[in-house]
């Protein structure tokens, strides 16, 4: 068969299945199972594809089918200007947490030699790009599940962070290592009533623990204030994501606990998104 021709007849199983990106997950499944990239496709759209290839692909495009995230499928993820190793153990980094590194960024132009906490950690991704992107930055990031920190120490080690960075398994309620200029979280912030509304390729394949944030949607934003306030040095800024209605509640936890709210910023589809403090 037809490279160009299996891939349209891949995109026709998935739209059938109510798959909206389906022309251009056919596409990623096929760059998979060939182990090429588009530009290749494109330009060898005529080439007759093998049998084990072909069997590879229709296996990929079954389970898309079925909701799996391409993701989980392909074994990595963008985020920002990296390429994460990802697997069903961790959260999949999603373009909206990048204003957690975008907002960092910002705020940490002019300075050096900081440290930075990632609270629950997953993939790695929020840690290891600030300190890709600052060369004397380091910081610790921690995790409750161990499969999450062994795939952030993979990523780690693809980007050579292995003597800035250190990954520990820890829930953040016993941590109680070192002091910080900076802490980063993107913590479970769904309502448990609300987990039954989302899409079938989050709620059925990525992780329950890190969706799940409790009746309110804040047990665990609640720990993370908490427990940041201690850990942060004096003038230390927290980042944290948060859902699109939670501005309000989010801001009343902050300022109980003695943190001056910078801003709020919100994601591409104006929905509030993440939250900076400062230690005060």
Known sequence: MILEKVIL????????NGIKTSRLDS????????????????LNSNQKLEKKSLNCFFDLIKKRSIGTPVSYLTGKKDFWN??????????????????????ALKLTKNKNKLRVLDIGTGSGCLILTILKEKKNFSGIGIDISEKCLNLAKINRDDFALGNRVKFLKSDIDNFNYGKYDLIVSNPPYIKKIDLKYLERDVINFEPFIA?????????????????????????G???????????????KLLKKKGFYINE??????????????TKI
Do not use: H, W
């Not at 596409?27 to 494109?42: C, G, H, P």
């Not at 969706?211 to 003038?235: A, P, T, W």
């Not at 944290?240 to 509640?249: S, V, W």
């Open 9 to 16: 007849e891949g995109s026709s199983i998935l739209k059938k």
């Open 27 to 42: 596409e990623i499944l096929m760059s998979k199972a060939i182990n090429k990239d588009r530009v290749f496709m494109i």
């Open 82 to 103: 990296n390429e994460f190793q990802i697997s069903k153990n961790v959260l999949i980094p999603r373009p909206d947490t990048e204003l957690i590194i975008q907002e």
């Open 237 to 251: 800024k927290l980042i944290l994501e948060i859902g699109f209605n939670q501005k309000n509640d989010v801001k």
């Open 264 to 277: 709020v910023v919100k994601d591409l589809a104006k929905n509030n998104r993440c939250i900076i403090s």
């Open 211 to 235: 969706l799940n944030g409790g009746i309110d949607g804040l047990s665990e934003i609640r720990k993370v204030i908490y427990r940041s306030f201690k850990l942060l040095k004096s003038n």
